[in-house]
């Protein structure tokens, strides 16, 4: 069994099965049986479309009983949860149902090496494996399992370890929205159990959300099976801030972007990027965003900071910090475990000044609310510095939204916010480099979960 801790009380919340590879072929075999039946894969898109609003009304029921126990398992604020692990999943869901009943599965066009045509037919791709993420958990595994069930794939669901009691709600609402037998199926466990899970030979395509570490290992095994994955890997963003931007706005934006869920996201703009006439400006309007968050109980409307999601976070997170202070950055705020609450694995809002690009702090993930501040001298070495590193997410913070466009233009990142950073389910998010491949979201969210066949149709005289 794998013992799961509320990371605020750090009293044990549940436990789950720890699968093995008898379970995980289980799981498998169940996906298979009900992907080669047909009833999912060859049923209209409309039917699916209909499955999926289904889901969504069946998820909005169990909204706040999955949002709290979000928040228990890894200490997301209540208030951030019930957006992230509730409202958006649904939104998701609703979306690429709208998509399936638009979706059209077969294409003609007129043959160029032969007299005749080609039906082009788009179809399932077989038994998808999701393995999801614990820090936004079921958000990031509705980004995945809305397209793949739209497209008409077949499931198996393997939740991060901490945050697999959530998982349970999305079992008991795909039995209330009465999906086929088999269509989703969900095996708990370590990474061990992805890594069995993507080996399977059952398995038809793979996504990954989580540390790079990880994703490259789940890429590496997925690349011996001649097998495609998708992979959402991490980052270290960066905020780039023109000699134009107005700092109260911008502040007051990236106090969110950097330290909210804790600094616990993958597009979090940890490194912020000021041009040295504003420097001391910047960095005093950090300061202020880090002091006004309330950290305390997550389960309480007032907290807009919870705990990091583990002991292990939180340590990670304070050596990272002091070998950045040892390397000549300077703490202006935050830097330590807060006073109170004594229980919890919580860490104040950090701000580190002093920062150059060269340093491990700049470069590597942090996954925790610091906020490094590096200056720069003219745009062409901020855009060189967002540029190396991470290429997930970035944005740029102007009164000049032409401005804002250009450099937005120049930047090798997947997304771009021009005065904000919200990802829009409507449009391709993912990353390039070191932060992945593949995307979620958009008409595009559905290519990992599509093959294409073509059907070559001679003229007949």
């Known amino acids: 069994m794998i013992t799961i801790v509320n990371p605020a009380t750090e009293e044990v919340v549940g436990a789950v099965p720890a699968a093995v590879g008898a379970d995980v072929d289980k799981a498998v075999r169940s996906a298979r049986r009900a992907f080669d039946d047909g009833k999912w894969a060859a049923c209209a898109p409309s039917d699916r479309a209909d499955a999926l609003d289904r889901l969504a009304a069946a998820l909005e029921a169990r909204a706040e009983e999955a949002a709290r126990l979000v928040t228990a398992e890894m200490g997301m604020p209540i208030a951030f949860s019930r957006q992230h692990n509730a409202a958006a999943p649904c939104a998701i869901l609703r979306y690429y149902a709208s998509l399936a009943r638009e979706m059209d599965t077969e294409e003609t066009r007129t043959a160029v090496s032969f007299t005749g045509r080609t039906v082009v037919r788009r179809e399932p791709a ?92 789940i890429a590496s095994i997925c690349g011996a099976e001649l097998k495609p994955a998708s992979l959402e890997l991490g980052g270290q963003s960066a905020a780039i801030v023109l000699d134009d931007a107005d700092l109260g706005q911008a502040s007051s934006a990236l106090g969110q972007l950097c330290f909210g869920n804790s600094g ?168 390039r480099g070191a932060s992945g491949q593949g995307t979620a979201y958009g008409p595009e969210g559905m290519d990992a979960y599509l093959t294409t066949k073509s059907v070559f149709l001679p003229s007949f005289r």
């Open 126 to 217: 077989g038994v998808a494996a999701v393995i999801a993420s614990w820090n936004y958990p079921i958000m990031l595994a509705f980004s995945q399992l809305a397209p793949a069930l739209a497209a008409g794939c077949t499931i198996v669901l393997k939740p991060a370890a901490a945050t697999s009691l959530s998982a349970y709600i999305l079992a008991e609402a795909f039995e209330a929205a009465d999906f086929p037998p088999g269509v989703f199926n969900l095996v708990t466990g370590t990474h061990q159990a992805a890594g069995l899970l993507a080996r399977h030979p059952g398995v038809d395509t793979v996504a990954f959300s989580g540390p790079a570490k990880q994703g490259r290992w």
């Open 264 to 431: 616990q996201t993958c597009f979090a703009m940890s490194r912020v990027l000021v041009p040295e006439q504003r420097y001391d400006e910047a960095v005093e309007a950090l300061t202020r965003q880090a002091a006004a968050l309330v950290i305390g109980d997550p389960l309480a409307e007032s907290t807009s900071m919870g705990p990091m999601a583990s002991s292990r976070r939180r340590n990670d997170v304070e050596c990272r910090v002091r070998a950045g202070v040892s390397d000549g950055a300077r703490v202006v705020a935050g830097g330590r475990r807060p006073a109170s609450p004594v229980r919890g694995y919580f860490y104040e809002p950090t701000v580190l000044a002093d920062v150059t690009p060269s340093m491990p702090i700049a470069q590597e993930e942090i996954c925790g609310p610091v906020a490094t501040v590096i200056r720069y001298r003219d745009e062409a070495e901020a855009v060189a510095f967002a540029n190396d590193g991470f290429g997930l997410a970035a944005t740029v913070w102007t009164g000049d939204s032409q401005r804002g466009l250009d450099i937005a233009r120049r930047t090798r990142v997947g997304t771009f916010g021009v005065n904000l950073y919200e990802p829009d389910i409507g449009s391709p998010w993912g990353g």
